[in-house]
């Protein structure tokens, strides 16, 4: 077999790693923030990667970002007014905006050039969501966005990148930053993040599970396979009421009736998945006691 591509190798671990055939690279440039590419992969087609970790691809980003927004905001009965930390491609932002209920969309992402990269580059990605009168975008650091802010938001998305050390998403994973989530939330509102892989940084979700669970009165974790990241991908949420596991049996019939339409992804038997947390993992996370803060924040160690 003979093969027209290079091969982009992406670390799970420093011992395991994915590799991608790569037919061209379309863009490179490294920001003040982090390194961009978006490259063009014979399995994934475009895949945006940030620092040498893929991002979003065009063949499964749905399955990520269905699974990321969704379960929160079908759960909580009126999310008006969401924040999405990060979600520089934009994904969120479309899902997000699936809600008829939603009136305004504010997304925070700290690099510019993420947005305008993959407007550029992958624009069917935000699927038009930039150009919604409901959405207001800011170039900002998500945390100092949200320090200070009280009861603003129905619903908050961290949509970030890994808690890698150095990185610019570190300090938005700690309980000291899910307290300020917290105060910008209004009543009976929610958060929910990307909470890294649970199989290769199982330690990872674990913590970001313990220490929403140090801040929020409900809490709880649910992942999704996500193939471009050949891995099972966590999510964990905090809240003041709403509880998204709670939803299972009932999502479809919940969706039809707030006229939430076009998934791709979620459905009845999926959402259910979302919540099938393996045995190991249930008992890893009883038994977690590691909460993250500012003082001794959790990494990823690729
Ligand atoms: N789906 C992705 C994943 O987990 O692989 C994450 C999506 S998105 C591309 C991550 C975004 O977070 C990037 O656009 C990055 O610029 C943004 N980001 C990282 N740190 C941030 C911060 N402190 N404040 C706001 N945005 C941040």
Do not use: N
């Not at 939430?260 to 979620?266: P, V, W």
């Amino acid at each position: 077999m003979s093969l027209s591509w290079k091969w982009f190798i992406e670390y799970q671990t420093r011992g395991s790693a994915h590799m991608h055939g790569i037919r061209r690279t379309l863009h490179s440039e490294s920001t003040e923030f982090q390194r961009i590419d978006v490259v063009e992969s014979e399995e994934y087609g475009r895949m945006l990667v940030l620092d040498g970790k893929v991002q979003s691809t065009l063949r499964d980003e749905h399955i990520y970002h269905e699974s990321l927004v969704h379960p929160a905001m079908v759960s909580h009965p009126r999310p008006r007014d969401v924040l999405i930390l990060g979600g520089g491609e934009g994904g969120t932002l479309r899902e997000v905006l699936r809600h008829p209920v939603v009136e305004r969309a504010v997304m925070v992402d700290i690099d510019r050039r993420v947005v305008e990269v993959s407007r550029e580059f992958m624009p069917e990605l935000s699927g038009g969501a930039f150009e919604d009168p409901r959405v207001e975008l800011v170039f900002e650091d998500g945390r100092s966005y949200v320090q200070g802010r009280r009861g603003e938001f129905d619903i908050v998305i961290a949509d970030l990148t890994d808690p890698l050390e150095g990185g610019p998403g570190a300090l938005l994973y700690t309980r000291d930053f899910y307290g300020m989530v917290s105060s910008a939330l209004k009543e009976g509102g929610m958060m929910v993040t990307q909470a890294t892989s649970t199989y290769y940084s199982d330690y990872c979700f674990a913590t970001i599970y313990r220490t929403a669970s140090s801040v929020f009165g409900v809490s709880g974790g649910y992942h999704v396979w996500v193939p471009s990241y050949d891995s099972t991908w966590g999510f964990v949420f905090g809240s003041k009421e709403p509880d998204p596991s709670r939803l299972v049996g009932r999502f479809e019939e919940t969706a039809r009736r707030i006229g939430l339409e076009g998934l791709r992804y979620l459905d009845e038997r999926t959402y259910q998945a979302l919540f099938a947390l393996p045995k190991e993992l249930v008992s890893k996370l009883q038994g977690w006691s590691l909460v993250a803060t500012d003082e001794k924040p959790a990494f990823m160690p690729v």
